[in-house]
């Protein structure tokens, strides 16, 4: 089993930035893939950025240049940096974790205001 604890969701102004971060304990295995997913109201969840155990990112086409992900394999954290928050980029956002199995977090609100 994996648990999953992200923290630094919360309520931004339009402009603004935020820092999510989810740490990974329990039964970790390599290599793995960790991401970051987000569900608006009335909407699906939707990938919003990736990173493997080896560097490799993936990002949505909205969050290009504003986001990035970043992760230390060392502590098994992730962390989401997103600057230049829009009010689209408000939702709740889940960290994954996929090794043998995935693993989600129990997700973060974030909220950007007009």
């Known amino acids: 089993q994996v648990q999953l604890v992200e923290s630094g969701g919360g309520l931004v102004q339009a402009g603004g930035s935020l820092r999510l971060s989810c740490a990974a304990s329990?039964?970790?295995?390599?290599?793995?893939?960790m991401g970051w997913y987000r569900q608006a109201p009335g909407k699906q969840r939707e990938l919003v950025a990736a990173?493997?155990?080896?560097?490799?990112?993936n990002y949505a086409d909205s969050v290009k240049g504003r986001f990035t992900i970043s992760r230390d394999n060392a502590k098994n954290t992730v962390s989401l940096q997103m600057n230049s928050l829009k009010p689209e980029d408000t939702a709740v956002y889940y960290c994954r974790f996929t090794g043998l199995g995935t693993y989600w977090g129990q997700g973060t609100q974030v909220t950007v205001s007009s």
């Open positions: 990173i493997a155990s080896g560097g490799n990112t």
């Open positions: 329990g039964r970790i295995f390599s290599p793995n893939h």
